[in-house]
């Protein structure tokens, strides 16, 4: 190492009084690009001066871009160019849809299996009502009433997507395979989920009530299980295929007895006939979309256990009045369509959308992943003036896919738990418990009194029902996953052309928002009621703030008359720790102390808890925090 000498030490007192000196900034006009830019210069003590940033009024970003997940039903109004109050702040007042190959491919998709809605009469047709989603889609909602306020040359347009409708299985062997050799078809996975119980309304409530019940070996044994128990089977190609033929030979065994007085179809008047060769939508569009490639768990047959029994009725008291006929349900519940689209809005002063680069998949059919191309090519977005007063944005549809329905979730929309767990302890305490599954048969009229009569379909022992062999791996816990499978062309996003700008976006999260025609945008868990009529009432967010334990905090929110359940959901990339959920009535409490409904509940994205409603309650008390998945 060089020492210094004598020599060095003025120049080094110098360095260091010149250092000492503060140095001298200014800001610089500078024309660039056709506008006036400003240059940051700072000058030294010895007057040498250096450049720093560059800022120019354009660089201002003059869009937002959003990534957003559409449900089945949302794509319906965006092929409609429909908005209505709830999606208004969705997308604006006046949305303006890209044309492209997503588009293409969801126009020919509805205009083939979307139902066309008919006129609405001032009396409310439940033909024309349809659900959209189910219990893993948070957006469920039930399109009838906004349809029937849409104008007649919207209607025309729009397509209900009732290509969501479960479909019916014909699994006629299986109760006949099991009364034969006492063994549970191998080829299903079983398992055991608690929602919602007329017995209990905890899970550990219900387990205690079912032992009670096995241990009692009583009727409510077999009413339990048949609440909780569900079994599923992957479909192949050849189970899919043989849909209509296996229909076919069940219709022909149905039909083959009856007398010469009965008519079939084919031999009416053709002018009876509305429809020829009518197919199922949801068949149908699924028939399309796999027939490229079959994924092995893309479609499955979901069985559930309804045990009939003779009841009260509720309205008139009749003692032997019918509850439920009983028996084995067997019904596909098809996966549930999403639509990846981009919302560009303008910012500030109305902005000119004239394209955008893209990087395509064009892949075919149905795969787990995209694999978009290396090299990126131009999309023309036509020029478009969108203007930010006015509401306008422009839509941009990048990809179609699809999320598998779990074989847990609920059409309510209540949260489910695997319980097999916690039942195996019961089924090997009372193994001889006989649960006896029955089957009721409508009233007839018995010197007077209406009677019906209830037989078993199936006897077993706790032992016989199937427990150990249960597939866990159809039990994924903590999936957020937003898509399964993504199906035909798809699109990402590199950069936009914004009037002389190229705007570069970033990639759509794994997390991307999902938004609801009844919901708001924002973080924090939603609160909705329903009401009595059957509709729908948003309230808005609680918890606001609450992001962390440290954070929590408890909201009260009044119920609003003619509320029979309170509904409180998670719609964005985030999880909520919902403490307590109770119920009170103000200053007259009820009972002793308010009711508490539920109790240390997670709610990740898109899930739900739907909640009764107890008479005389007028405040919701919502208690708990929210932790945030992602911040993009």
């Known amino acids: 190492m060089r020492k210094l000498t004598n020599s060095y030490l003025p120049m080094l007192a110098c360095a260091w009084l010149l250092c ?36 120019c009024p354009n660089d201002k970003q003059s869009v937002r871009v959003r ?45 083939k299996y979307g139902v066309r809605i008919a006129s609405f009469s001032d009396e409310k047709d439940a033909s024309h009502s349809i659900k ?64 919602t119980s007329k017995f209990a309304d905890t ?17 409510d044994l077999a009413r339990m299980l048949a609440e ?12 899919w295929t043989s849909y209509w033929r296996r229909i ?76 439920g006929n009983g028996g084995l349900n067997f019904v596909v519940k098809p996966p549930l ?26 892949t075919p059919g149905l795969r787990r992943d995209l694999h978009p191309d290396a090299h990126p090519r131009d999309m023309s977005l036509g020029d478009v003036a969108l203007s930010a007063a006015q509401g306008q944005t422009m839509i941009i549809p990048l990809n179609i896919g699809f999320k598998l329905n779990s074989q847990s979730e609920q059409d309510d929309g209540d949260p489910s738990f695997d319980v097999y767990q916690d039942l195996s302890s019961v089924f090997v305490k009372y193994p001889d418990s006989q649960v006896n599954f029955q089957r009721c048969e409508p009233p007839v009229d018995d010197g007077g009194k209406s009677r019906g009569q209830c037989k078993p379909f199936l006897s077993q022992k706790l032992k016989d029902l199937p427990g150990q062999a249960v597939a866990q791996a159809d039990v994924k816990p903590g999936d957020d996953k937003k898509i399964d499978y993504y199906y035909g062309v798809a699109h990402q996003l590199q950069s936009l052309e914004i009037g002389s700008q190229t705007v570069l976006v970033r990639d759509a999260p794994s997390l991307a928002l999902t938004y609801s025609g009844i919901g708001e945008m924002g973080s924090c868990p939603f609160v909705y009621f329903e009401m009595n009529d059957g509709s729908v009432e948003r309230y808005g967010r609680v918890l606001v703030g609450a992001t962390s334990e440290a954070l929590a905090k408890r909201d009260s929110v009044a119920i609003p008359e003619g509320a029979r359940r309170a509904i409180i959901k998670e719609l964005e990339p985030e999880v909520s720790f919902l403490s307590e959920v109770s119920f009170d009535a103000g200053e007259k409490m009820l009972g002793s102390a308010t009711l508490v409904a539920a109790h240390r509940m997670v709610l990740r994205p898109r899930d739900a808890i739907s909640i009764q409603i107890p008479a005389g309650a007028r405040f919701v008390n919502v208690e708990g925090y929210y932790r945030r998945l992602t911040s993009n």
């Open 228 to 239: 909780c128990f569900r079994f599923k089977k992957n479909l192949s190609k050849s189970d």
């Open 20 to 55: 000492g000196l503060p140095a001298r900034s200014e800001t610089r006009p500078v024309p660039a690009g056709g506008q006036t830019c400003s240059l940051e210069v700072t000058k030294d003590a010895t007057g040498t001066e250096r450049f720093g940033s560059l800022s």
């Open 248 to 323: 076919d030979e069940l219709a022909s065994k149905e039909t083959d007895n009856l007398s010469d007085a009965w008519k079939f179809v084919q031999e009416s008047d053709d002018s009876y006939l509305l429809h020829s060769m009518s197919d199922s939508e949801s068949y149908a569009f699924f028939d399309e979309i796999t027939k490229i490639s079959f994924p092995s768990d893309f479609l499955a047959v979901t069985g559930t256990l309804t045990n009939g029994e003779l009841d009260v009725d509720q309205c008139g008291g009749d003692e032997n009045a019918i509850d």
């Open 132 to 195: 959209i989603g189910n219990s893993d889609s948070s957006q469920s909602s039930d399109l009838s009433e906004e349809t029937s306020r849409m104008p007649a040359k919207i209607r025309q347009k729009f397509r209900l997507p009732a290509f969501e409708a479960d479909i019916i299985w014909p699994e006629s062997d299986f109760l006949e395979g099991i009364n034969k050799s006492g063994q549970w078809p191998g080829d299903y996975s079983y398992n055991y989920i608690f929602s």
């Open 337 to 362: 369509l999403r639509v990846l689209v981009a919302v560009i809005s303008p910012i500030g002063e109305g902005v000119i959308v004239k394209g955008a680069s893209v990087v395509d998949d064009n």
């Open 203 to 219: 899970k550990s409530g219900f387990v205690r009530q079912l032992e009670k019940a096995a241990r009692k070996q009583n009727k």
């Open 67 to 111: 990534y957003i997940w559409l449900d089945a039903g949302e794509v319906s109004y965006m092929l409609a160019s429909y908005v209505d109050p709830g999606l208004k702040a969705l997308w604006g007042a006046d949305p303006i849809v890209a044309d492209n190959d997503v588009v293409a491919t969801l126009r020919d998709l509805y205009s």
